[in-house]
Nanobody, 115 residues
Framework: QVQLVESGGGLVQPGGSLRLSCAAS????????MGWYRQAPGKQRELVATITRNSNTNYADSVKGRFTISRDNAKNTVYLQMNSLKPEDTAVYYC?????????WGKGTLVTVSS
């Protein structure tokens, strides 16, 4: 069983930056593929970025070149560095840990991009 706690969300102006953190407990994240997803008001949850156990990364087209996912297995933490933020990035951001058949989610952290 893995518990995931996201932090780092908040209000930021367009063009600004935030770094989200996802701290895991209950198990090492070494064996898990990790990811960030987001859900905007009235929309479905969507993939933002993933990082495999071997640190291979994948990004949604909408965030490529602006967001960077990374993992620190020693700290049992995954990060999402978000630069050049846009109003359309406003959403609740969720951390995910997955290795079949296990699939764990955090409760999310709110990111609001507004002037």
């Amino acid at each position: 069983q893995v518990q995931l706690v996201e932090s780092g969300g908040g209000l930021v102006q367009p063009g600004g930056s935030l770094r989200l953190s996802c701290a895991a407990s209950g198990s090492t994240i070494t064996i898990y593929n990790m990811g960030w997803y987001r859900q905007a008001p009235g929309k479905q949850r969507e993939l933002v970025a993933t990082i495999t156990r071997n640190s291979n990364t994948n990004y949604a087209d909408s965030v490529k070149g602006r967001f960077t996912i990374s993992r620190d297995n020693a700290k049992n933490t995954v990060y999402l560095q978000m630069n050049s933020l846009k109003p359309e990035d406003t959403a609740v951001y969720y951390c995910n840990a997955r290795v079949y058949p296990m699939d764990y989610w955090g409760k999310g952290t709110l990111v609001t991009v507004s002037s």
